[in-house]
């Protein structure tokens, strides 16, 4: 694995430590490999077994796409780059747009769902005279969510793209990998927009939740004593607080190189958090896997039908 070197300007030079990319190398491949696996075992589930179609699994898949979508476009282009300089080429291909664009989708897609979900989640467990939204509704919701959420990333692109065509001195490489240094227009549009997402979303998202314990610890008579909804409930909540514990040390490092000077410590700390972060779409599955008996059925069958394979090879 060789040092990174990246130029942003005609005197100031980033290097990638060697012990940073030895310590984000393995990290980003395990995202790459088991976040696209797993989630295919999720995504499959939800088409393959009609039992399933309910709102908390389509939910849940939903959740997957999105995440199978960082793994497959925009993790890969993370990790060439991050050990291998040769890779900033990536700048000069349509790979680059693409991954402002998938980044952006997939992560907007994320917390514009976790609401929903808890909402969902309190729904399914409190009295049903206070339910708020049925399967029809989510299922338009979520075709809008996936709708902005499109329109929001290509509006992203087309900023970054007048700003190339302006003569942006940053290194378009740089906007590839979500690396911000200087409050300019992108950068603006890029934290206000995420900024606004993560905190409207996760507001809503704990507000509801907590609405839920509160209920489930009154004893109320209507709330549902279901093991298993509680048990969609946990997992709603965790799956929300690991991915967003997973992305915070990203917004920490963006805010620290545009509030102080960018430095080189910034470049290798940024390297650090996005591994962090993509990370979050490899552990939602194994959460599901882990938390949920019907998940961690599947995940178990698939499993064993490698195993059989492997043995029929042999």
């Known amino acids: 694995m060789s040092k990174v070197t990246t130029i942003f300007n005609s005197s100031t030079m980033y290097e990638q430590y060697l012990a940073v990319t030895a310590l984000v190398s393995p990290v980003y491949m395990l995202a790459i490999v088991v976040g696209t696996v797993a989630n295919l075992v999720i995504i499959h589930s939800y088409f393959a077994d009609i039992s399933i179609r309910k709102p908390f699994n389509f939910l849940i898949t939903n959740l997957a796409v999105a995440d199978f979508i960082l793994c497959v476009l925009f993790t890969p282009l993370l990790f060439s780059y991050r050990v291998n300089a040769r890779a900033a080429a990536i700048a000069i291909s349509p790979f680059c747009e693409a991954s402002i664009f998938f980044s952006m989708l997939s992560i907007s897609l994320m917390y514009a769902i976790f609401p929903l979900l808890a909402v969902q989640r309190r729904d399914a467990m409190l009295p049903p005279q206070s339910s ?31 700003m190339f065509l302006a003569g942006d001195r940053t290194p378009k490489i740089f906007r590839c990998l979500l690396i911000n240094q ?40 209507g709330v549902n004593l279901s093991s298993e909804e509680r048990q969609a409930t946990k997992l709603g909540l965790i799956v929300a607080l690991v991915y967003t514990l997973c992305w915070t040390p990203f917004l920490f490092v963006q805010l620290a190189g545009l509030f102080g000077t960018y430095s080189e410590l910034h470049f290798n700390l940024h390297a650090c958090a996005s591994a962090i972060g993509v990370s979050g779409s490899a552990v939602n599955p194994i959460l599901y896997g882990v938390i949920d008996p019907y998940y961690r059925a599947r995940f178990s069958a698939f499993f064993t039908a490698i195993k059989r394979i492997c043995k029929v090879k042999q």
């Open 132 to 162: 708020f939204l049925n399967f029809a509704q989510i299922k338009g919701l979520v075709g809008v969510f996936w709708v902005v959420c499109v329109i929001v990333s290509v509006v992203l692109v087309a900023v970054a793209w007048s």
């Open 182 to 221: 200087v409050f300019d227009t992108y950068s603006i549009y890029f934290l206000a927009y995420s900024a606004s997402l993560y905190g409207i979303s996760l507001v809503v998202t704990f507000s509801v939740y907590c609405q839920i314990y509160r209920a489930l610890k009154s004893n109320d008579s």
